[in-house]
């Protein structure tokens, strides 16, 4: 049974930082992309970064310069660093993760339980 389990969310004043990692376990045999989603209330859930396997990477405009995405594809865990927080990057922040459990099976997307970032002075 594939899981993410995401860590590292909390609540920071504006201007400061937090890394969220997110690990996956159980029955994998590859993902390939790797990414973070958040939802703030009464809002859509948005992509905030993804990543591929072979490093290439996107961002939502508003995080451009601020926030990193990376990976460690040994341990397959995806990690978000965050810099400069603004109050508007408070929500819930969802791992997401597309996995293959077997070498000729399809890749599936999978979703971790989502991490709170509060950003408040």
């Known amino acids: 049974q594939v899981r993410l389990v995401e860590s590292g969310g909390g609540v920071v004043q504006p201007g400061e930082s937090l890394r969220l990692s997110c690990a996956a376990s159980?029955?994998?045999?590859?993902?390939?992309?790797m990414g973070w989603y958040r939802q703030a209330p009464e809002k859509q859930r948005e992509l905030v970064a993804v990543?591929?396997?072979?490093?290439?990477?996107n961002y939502i405009a508003s995080v451009k310069g601020r926030f990193t995405i990376s990976r460690d594809n040994a341990k397959d865990t995806v990690f978000l660093q965050m810099n400069s927080l603004k109050p508007e990057d408070t929500a819930v922040y969802y791992c997401?993760?597309?996995?293959?459990?077997?070498?000729?099976?399809?890749?599936?997307?999978?979703w971790g339980q989502g991490t709170q970032v509060t950003v408040s002075s």
């Open positions: 997401n993760a597309d996995i293959r459990a077997t070498p000729t099976g399809w890749y599936r997307t999978y």
């Open positions: 159980g029955g994998i045999f590859s993902i390939s992309t």
């Open positions: 990543m591929s396997r072979d490093g290439s990477t």
